[in-house]
């Protein structure tokens, strides 16, 4: 389950993916189908897809252990096996790893 609070040691990594509105819905196909693969991985604790209104975007919100168990994770084979395919659909993807400074709740 996702769990943002500071200094908790998970590693955060925010993926946005620019992308034409067509193809908003099978980038999102397989991104879910990737996130199911990710979730049986060592250090897994969460993803979190969401799609913008306009369908030009998605953006996904990865917890994980650590960092080494993350970059494991994105080398497997079977994660890896669709890449050519995520890569034609979008325009651009941008990965980047995050650490969480302030929450503000009410």
């Known amino acids: 389950m996702t769990d943002i609070r500071e200094h908790n040691g998970v590693v955060t990594q925010i993926t946005t993916v620019k992308l034409p509105p067509d193809n908003q819905d099978e980038v999102l196909n397989l991104m879910i189908e990737r996130a199911r693969f990710m979730a049986t991985q060592p250090g897994f ?19 994980w252990t650590n960092a080494q168990k993350l970059e494991a994770a994105h080398h ?15 325009d651009e993807i941008e990965p980047c790893l ?5 929450i503000e709740a009410a």
């Open 45 to 63: 604790v969460s993803v979190n897809l969401h799609r913008s209104k306009d369908g030009s975007h998605v953006v996904n919100y990865i917890q």
């Open 76 to 90: 497997a084979p079977e994660f890896r096996k669709k890449w050519p395919l995520f890569g034609a659909l979008a």
């Open 98 to 102: 995050y650490d969480v400074v302030h």
